[in-house]
């Protein structure tokens, strides 16, 4: 094989670029194991989709999304990390500790590596209609929690019927003057105790049986029309925010079969680190937390990850001078 048909061997490979990359980046890169980052499609992550970011630590006047973004990567690229522009499309990952991993990059490169951190996030689902598709950022939100506070006092409107739509609902309910919610099946999937929290909710107006038929409004919405799926009858209401909790979908596809998920595709990690069932393999951030989601806690257990991948490696190069 000559010199440049050589596969290239690392020590860290991060996959996905959100806060968890960034931060197992920024870790990985001070503790010298010259990580090397793809980024995936959508380079920075769901961040890149919100404006505002307010409830990040240490930006007390708040920051945008892909300020935020660019700026995390400039930390981790200060360190050494090496960023490159590129999607992992298929993973060979090894069982034996201190065994190589592979993965093949936009389905031609291949790289080898020590460790890999994994940190490929989730995708909010969307209903996938044109108008709300037109207003995405503008008033059609797929995080409360991020964007909720924008909306504080006026009429707002949210789609789904399980956990967090009815969490999304009462927060919101908290800090908006009214919450529609619709569900468009007559009962909530939601668990009951979360139910009950909605309709002793007095702000908020939840219509079962109930979709979307258009979001209105050119530029930001000013409206919804509903629609209820028994009688068709048509309804239009003026808010000026919609959220959208219809579930996520972690960016697993790529490791099934190899690494354990649980039902809905999350990966499952030892409790209180980042392992995952194979050694040398650690998991970040939103693509193993269906729970909390927040660029915070992604970038908190971004930094676990980097820390597991520095202890695993230390334990593997000192078994092996033993064996030497
Ligand atoms: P779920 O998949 O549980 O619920 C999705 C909801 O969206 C369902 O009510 C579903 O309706 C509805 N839906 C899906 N597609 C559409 C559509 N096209 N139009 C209208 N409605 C639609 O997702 P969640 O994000 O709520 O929860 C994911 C997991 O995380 C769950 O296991 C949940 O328990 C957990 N979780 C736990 C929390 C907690 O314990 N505090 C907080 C948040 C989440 P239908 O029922 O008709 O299919």
Same mark, same amino acid.
């Given at each position: 094989m000559s010199e440049e048909n050589k596969?290239?061997?690392?020590?860290?490979?991060?996959?996905?670029?959100?806060?968890?990359?960034?931060?197992a980046a920024i870790y990985a890169a001070r503790a010298d194991l010259k990580p090397i980052m793809?980024?995936?499609m959508e380079p920075g992550g769901q961040l890149t989709t919100t404006t505002e970011v307010d409830n990040f630590p240490g930006y007390p006047e708040g920051i945008d999304g892909p300020t935020m973004m660019v700026q995390l990567q400039q930390q981790a690229e200060r360190f050494g990390t090496e960023v490159r522009i590129g999607m992992v499309t298929e993973v060979q990952l090894s069982k034996e500790v201190g065994g190589i991993h592979k993965a093949c990059v936009d389905n031609k490169t291949w790289v080898e590596a020590e460790t890999v951190i994994i940190s490929? =996030?989730? $995708?909010?689902?969307?209903?996938?209609?044109?108008?709300?598709?037109?207003?995405?950022g503008g008033g059609v939100s797929a995080c409360a929690v991020c964007d909720g506070f924008f909306y504080k006092g006026q009429d707002v409107?949210?789609? =789904? =019927?399980?956990? $967090?739509?009815?969490?999304?609902?009462?927060?919101?309910?908290?800090?908006?003057?009214?919450?529609?919610?619709?569900?468009?099946?007559?009962?909530?999937?939601?668990?009951?105790?979360?139910?009950?929290?909605? $309709?002793? $909710?007095?702000?908020?107006d939840l219509r079962y049986n109930t979709e979307i038929d258009e979001v209105l409004g050119e530029q930001v919405v000013d409206g919804l029309r509903m629609v209820n799926n028994q009688t068709q009858e048509k309804e239009e209401i003026a808010?000026?925010?919609?959220?959208?909790?219809?579930?996520?979908?972690?960016?697993?596809?790529?490791?099934?079969?190899?690494?354990?998920?649980?039902?809905?595709?999350?990966?499952?990690?030892?409790?209180?680190?980042?392992?995952?069932?194979?050694? %040398?393999?650690?998991?970040? %951030?939103?693509?193993?937390?269906?729970?909390?989601?927040?660029?915070?806690?992604?970038?908190g257990t971004g930094c676990m990850a980097a820390l597991d991948a520095e202890r695993y490696l230390a334990t593997v190069e000192s078994e092996e001078e033993v064996t030497a």
């Open positions: 596969t290239e061997r690392i020590k860290c490979l991060i996959i996905g670029s959100g806060p968890a990359g960034y931060t793809y980024t995936g490929t =996030g989730a $995708t909010a689902k969307y209903l996938g209609i044109p108008s709300e598709q037109k207003l995405r409107a949210i789609v =789904g =019927g399980g956990d $967090t739509a009815a969490e999304e609902a009462t927060y919101l309910a908290n800090i908006c003057n009214k919450v529609t919610m619709l569900v468009r099946k007559d009962e909530m999937r939601a668990s009951k105790a979360m139910q009950h929290r909605v $309709t002793s $909710t007095k702000n908020i808010i000026t925010g919609l959220f959208i909790a219809i579930g996520h979908k972690p960016n697993t596809d790529i490791f099934k079969g190899q690494l354990e998920m649980d039902e809905t595709g999350y990966l499952i990690t030892e409790p209180k680190t980042t392992k995952t069932n194979l050694p %040398g393999v650690f998991a970040s %951030g939103d693509v193993q937390d269906k729970d909390y989601r927040q660029a915070v806690t992604a970038a």
